[in-house]
């Protein structure tokens, strides 16, 4: 199986700083990533797909980078609704694996 | 717009089968190359992903609950089902439902079920 390490497990930033969460992949997965976001009691909403393809109405301030191992997931300017925890999960194996996620709040 | 949406008994007892059902609406369950599946988050957890569906009826299993996990599919309801057996405690979660699509996996999720297994 596949194992997705994501760095910080939380993070701390303030209204338009600009945020980075790292993801790794225990093995190559070539750009079979995507990042997610999800708030208390909701669903993860998918925002980047296929390491740096940002999804449909998804606000532009949020990207992805990376392929093989080692990804980035960027927010340009925090904004107060962007407080929710993140993940990355890699779908270039079965059985499908996710980050432990990352928790973001204001400081 | 598709949409998802979980249903079934939010209270198990130990050693019983947790059953929940998939409705999807907004689109035909059969269009499309798309894989249906199941997703599960236990109390301020992460996510591990139960298994999938095909509407051909071809599964993939988690190996972590392959012993214990179902999952079928009835196209002429639009749905699909998560039967897992033997619960424990540690089985008490968030179910999801969500679509694994050929281009973008997990695009669509239901909003989740909370089921607890206790006597």
């Known amino acids: 199986d596949i194992q997705m390490t994501q760095s910080p497990s939380s993070l701390s930033a303030s209204v338009g700083d600009r945020v980075t969460i790292t993801c790794q992949a225990s093995?190559?997965?070539?750009?079979?990533l995507n990042w997610y976001q999800q708030k208390p009691g909701k669903a993860p909403k998918l925002l980047i797909y296929?390491?740096?393809n940002l999804e449909t109405g998804v606000p532009s301030r949020f990207s992805g980078s990376g392929s093989g191992t080692d990804f980035t997931f960027t927010i340009s300017s925090l904004q107060p609704e962007d407080i929710a925890t993140y993940y990355c999960q890699q779908y270039d194996n079965l059985p499908y694996s996710f980050g432990q996620g990352t928790k973001l709040e204001i400081k | 717009q598709v949409q998802l949406q979980e249903s079934g008994p939010g209270l198990v007892k130990p050693s019983q089968t947790l059953s929940l059902t998939c409705t999807v609406s907004g689109g035909s369950i059969s269009s499309g190359s798309y894989y249906w599946s199941w997703i599960r988050q236990p109390a301020g957890k992460g996510l591990e992903w139960i298994g999938r569906?095909?509407?051909?009826?071809?599964?993939n299993y988690n190996p972590s609950l392959k012993s214990r996990v179902t999952i079928s599919v009835d196209t002429s309801k639009n749905q699909f089902s998560l039967k897992l057996s033997s619960v424990t405690a540690a089985d008490t979660a968030v179910y999801y439902c969500?679509?694994?699509?050929?281009?973008?996996?997990?695009?669509?999720w239901g909003q989740g079920t909370l089921v607890t297994v206790s006597s």
């Open positions: 296929d390491a740096s």
């Open positions: 093995q190559d997965i070539s750009n079979y």
């Open positions: 569906i095909y509407t051909s009826g071809s599964t």
């Open positions: 969500a679509r694994d699509g050929p281009t973008t996996v997990f695009d669509y």
